[in-house]
């Protein structure tokens, strides 16, 4: 995949990269134009894919890039990893349901913000979690 | 990122510059606990209005300061919490429910000024 100047693509080792990837991200979708609630919409789905990679996966890749047609504009976020993977899809995607002492809210709560969630893994291959905002 | 806390009378107020790692918010929740004792405080008053983002972790460790502070004896309000922030922390489904919050800082002073009077504990005003 070549890197243009739109797609950003931050490397989440420890809890700075977190801000690093959510900072790059938000800006990708200001030039996108999207408005200040999806803004921070998108930089809090990025915060919690992030931190889904360090506490499950030790590491992984926030990527992000635009999409820019004449029929509509939108930003996509994938998150990821080499992790164990996650045997139970359905399981994640449910309120409340943490393995890590969270509130469970991570991955169903993405899916709420955003338009478009996929997830992808396979268990000792690792997980990618793919998801859209449209600009409205 | 350094968060600095202001005494003011009998309150703690910890102004959040800019955004923070999760190691910082889990050191701005310790020196919190610890000063309330040190100074003595009623009250412990935490602005973000300069927070872009409240994610799950943010909310829970704000959840904590305020079980930690109330433990300890004294009253926790969030202040600054900005609409599109809250927008985004509705869709996540974070309430930050039992946690006292304000408009900004004024309102988080006025509330503050109210539970005291209300608990027989009348501020002082140096």
Partial sequence: MS?????????IRTDSDILVARQQGRELGERLGFGLSDLAVIATAISELARNLLLYAKNGSIIC????????????IQAADEGPGIRDTEAV?????????????????????????????REGRGTTVTAIKWVK | MFVPILKQGPYLIASVQSALRDADLIELRDALTQQVGTYRSRGVIV??????????????TLSEIANMI?????????????????????????????????????????????????????????
């Fill in chain 1, 3 to 11: 890197l243009t100047k739109n797609e950003i693509r931050v490397g």
């Fill in chain 1, 65 to 76: 890039w635009t999409i820019d047609t004449e029929s509509r504009k939108g930003i996509v």
């Fill in chain 2, 70 to 126: 109330r433990l300890r004896g004294a009253e926790t309000v969030i202040v600054g919490i900005q609409p599109e922030v809250a927008f985004s922390m509705v869709q996540l489904g974070l309430k930050l429910e039992g946690v006292a919050t304000a408009l900004d800082l004024e309102e988080g002073l006025e509330y503050m000024n109210h539970r005291m009077k209300r608990i027989g504990h009348v501020p002082n005003e140096k």
């Fill in chain 1, 93 to 121: 995607l449910r309120d409340g349901y943490s393995t890590s002492g969270g509130l469970g809210l991570g991955l169903p709560g993405v899916r709420r913000m955003m338009d478009e969630f996929a997830i992808v893994s």
């Fill in chain 2, 47 to 60: 602005d973000v209005t300069a927070l872009d983002v409240l994610d799950s972790f943010a909310c829970r």
